[in-house]
């Protein structure tokens, strides 16, 4: 299983990036996709997750209602757009794949996860 993010760069306070995670090598269906992100001299922390069959999106309280995870099955891509970003959301985000029978109380913790990408940068500054 390969997970490979694209899409991170600079942006201004307020403004707005979308984020995504391209699957392959294998099948998802009973997997959940997570991003987490972490900032220099801190711990990863979890962003969001979503079931790659559906269902119900988790978010860290946070980001949620500044944030979206969605899912495209049809190219094995999750995304995360990213909007009123605050410079407090300046990070290296990383996509994770889990199986969602190991999840079901674990979800934000990172230890839980099987795969991960390499990241992808996050800069909000002005």
């Known amino acids: 299983v390969q997970l490979v993010e694209s899409g991170g760069g600079l942006v201004q306070p307020g403004g707005s990036l979308r984020v995504s995670c391209a699957a392959s090598?294998?099948?998802?269906?009973?997997?959940?996709m997570s991003w987490f992100r972490q900032a220099p001299g801190k711990e990863r922390e979890f962003v969001a997750a979503?079931?790659?069959?559906?269902?119900?999106?988790d978010y860290k309280d946070t980001v949620r209602g500044r944030f979206t995870i969605s899912r495209d099955n049809t190219k094995n891509e999750v995304n995360l757009q990213m909007n009123s970003l605050e410079p407090e959301d300046t990070a290296v985000y990383y996509c994770?794949?889990?199986?969602?029978?190991?999840?079901?109380?674990?979800?934000?913790?990172?230890?839980?996860?099987?795969?991960w990408g390499r990241g992808t940068q996050v800069t909000v500054s002005s």
């Open positions: 979503i079931p790659w069959s559906g269902g119900r999106t």
């Open positions: 090598g294998g099948t998802f269906s009973r997997y959940i």
């Open positions: 994770a794949l889990g199986a969602a029978h190991r999840l079901l109380r674990a979800i934000s913790r990172p230890e839980a996860y099987e795969y």
